[in-house]
């Protein structure tokens, strides 16, 4: 019997963005946290300071990784529109000076 599976689009397969957020997510923290650790280790004397070193590496890959995960996921935190001020320039009185 002949197996019909339908083959689905990349942009709508769940599962390999979920395996691939789960990959990215799992390195991205290891790195991180070895790179906070090798930096604590180098930089710092104190154990929390090392500690928070590590903590910081390991926040700085799971923060990547979710930016990431959710430009894969087409759901950007970015997405959201942002209008910037308007700034108006005019020109400074010179009072006084003539």
Do not use: H
């Not at 599976?5 to 390195?27: F, G, H, S, W």
């Not at 923290?29 to 650790?37: C, D, E, K, N, R």
């Not at 942002?82 to 320039?89: D, F, M, N, R, Y």
């Amino acid at each position: 019997m002949a197996d019909n599976k339908e083959i689905m689009p990349p942009q709508y397969d769940v599962n390999a963005k979920m395996d691939a957020c789960i990959d990215l997510t799992v390195r991205r923290f290891v790195y991180s946290t070895l790179g906070g650790a090798v930096g604590g280790l180098l930089l710092f004397r104190s154990p929390v300071t090392r500690w928070a070193s590590v903590a910081f590496g390991a926040g700085m890959g799971i923060g990547s990784a979710y930016t990431e995960c959710s430009r894969l996921f087409e759901g950007s935190p970015s997405t959201a529109k942002v209008v910037s001020p308007k700034i108006v320039e005019t020109p400074a009185t010179q009072d006084g000076q003539d």
